[in-house]
């Protein structure tokens, strides 16, 4: 019975991170050589699915390119959080390459995107990035001597570094508003590169395939931006101040 519970729970885990590592498990339970085999049928699995996934209008983002975009770790690839819906690649690629030509050296840098399959999925932490159609991208950060950082963010990858503004949301404990306060002093002293930044969300902001996109207000305030696709994700969901999510 231990071994039943011990196994129920790595199959839910494994699943609920990467989609596909618990069916990875199940195939290896059969085997002697247990964790071999769960690493070899995880890959295989992994490289199946950017096969597949087309047929679900998802699309896998690549985790190899040197173009203007790039995922930000190896890390949302190895999980399976790469994938989106054709008109979101579409939409980065263009953002990517229109702020690289206005700002020459530019990396755009993804962040969790979604899973491979089955819409309504969650994508923990996630709220939504249950279908495909949104995803995160790090902010553009400038040195303490203002000099752009190409490809860089405050933490390894690229979430909980946040930049520090008024807010009206309340202290509670039951939510995924994370302040994190103890990571804080630990990332880089770095500032939000603000030309590119607001270039950025200037463009997804005039891109008709763009629904919504959250910021934090003090952001937009800061950046002086402001329309009616700018939205506050609100209090119960995770900060918006360490990097711009959109949606189709």
Same mark, same amino acid.
């Given at each position: ?79 399976? =959080?790469?994938?989106?819906?054709? +008109? ?5 690629? +263009? ?24 819409? $309504? ?10 279908? $495909?159609? *949104?995803? +995160? ?34 202290? =509670?404990?039951? +939510?995924?508003?994370? &302040?994190? &306060? ?12 603000? *030309? =590119? ?36 994700? $609100? ?14």
């Amino acid at each position: 019975m231990k071994k039943v519970c011990v196994h129920s729970i790595a199959f839910v885990v494994l699943t609920m991170l990467t989609q596909l590592g618990g069916f990875a498990w199940l195939i290896a339970l059969a085997c002697k050589w247990r964790i071999s085999v769960f690493i070899g049928a995880y890959i295989l699995l992994s490289v199946m699915a950017t096969f597949v996934a087309p047929h679900f209008s998802r699309v896998p983002l690549s985790c190899m390119s040197d173009s203007p975009l790039a995922v930000q770790s190896w890390f949302y690839c190895v999980m399976n =959080r790469n994938y989106v819906h054709p +008109d979101i690649r579409a939409a980065l690629q +263009d953002l990517a390459t229109e702020i690289d030509n206005t700002y020459p050296g530019t990396k755009t840098l993804v962040l969790d995107a979604n899973f491979p399959f089955l819409t $309504g999925f969650p994508l923990l932490p996630h709220l939504s990035h249950d279908d $495909g159609r *949104k995803v +995160d991208i790090a902010f553009y950060y400038r040195n303490a001597q203002g000099g752009y950082l190409s490809g860089r963010t405050r933490s390894p990858i690229g979430y909980f570094a946040f930049e520090q503004g008024p807010t009206n949301c309340p202290d =509670r404990y039951l +939510d995924l508003r994370w &302040d994190l &306060d103890l990571l804080q002093p630990v990332w880089p002293d770095w500032q939000i590169e603000p *030309k =590119r930044t607001r270039f950025a969300l200037q463009t997804l902001a005039s891109d008709p395939r763009i629904g919504k996109i959250f910021v934090e207000p003090h952001l937009l305030a800061r950046l002086r931006l402001d329309g009616p696709k700018f939205r506050f994700q $609100g209090c119960n969901a995770a900060r918006h101040d360490d990097h711009i999510h959109f949606q189709l």
